[in-house]
């Protein structure tokens, strides 16, 4: 399984603290079968021409802390904590997150078992269903698209434990949230006030009196 964080503010802000947070968050994280995420990581943010750039290591994230500081002010950033899903798939840099295409920053958390599906590019999972989304962004907005993607792996899977997409552009971040087992662990959790907007795979140390939502089968 995986952890993913989407950040949108309204000034530029260095993503070191809530890296960091992130980070420590994804060491003490433990799926319910006791899967972690130290398969690598990911960070995609947009820089001062409005384009994203990409950092990604193989080291669990919680290791490259030293490295957060060089990460410039920006307002959009994405970031990915893996885990592989088959040994043979641990190790492989271009399999880590966020994936990047034009205006879009992708990463995905979740499990779906008998996929029928046949000749959908992509090594693994998450590179299919980021070229399934792909397709619909072609003709759909944003949130139709993410509709439309759930709608089609459910109807050609045998199973799905988890369905759960971050999705941003350079001005907006969204997020499909759909499980049937395990909410404990599935459950994304959305923060925003009037300077910040946060969608996370588990919560952070942000004000609990503030606008903190828990995102249960939805599109936000």
Known sequence: MCRFLLVKSKNLIKPKNLLTQ???MAKKSKAYDGDWQGDGWGISFV????NWQCHKSLSPIWEDLNIFTA?????TFVVHA???SFPNQKGNITFNQP?????Y???FNGLLKGVRLPNIPGNIGAEKIWYLLKQELKENNL????????????????????LNIGLATPKKIYSLCFFTKYPKYYQLRSFKNQDIEIICSESLDWNRTDDQRIINEKVI
């Open 22 to 24: 992130f980070a420590k």
């Open 47 to 50: 820089d001062s021409k409005n």
């Open 71 to 75: 990460f410039p002010k920006t307002k």
């Open 82 to 84: 893996r885990s592989a």
């Open 99 to 103: 994936f990047i295409n034009g205006k």
């Open 105 to 107: 920053s992708f990463v």
């Open 143 to 162: 949130k139709e698209a993410l509709k439309k993607t759930k709608e089609l792996l459910l109807k050609n899977s045998k199973e799905i434990f988890a």
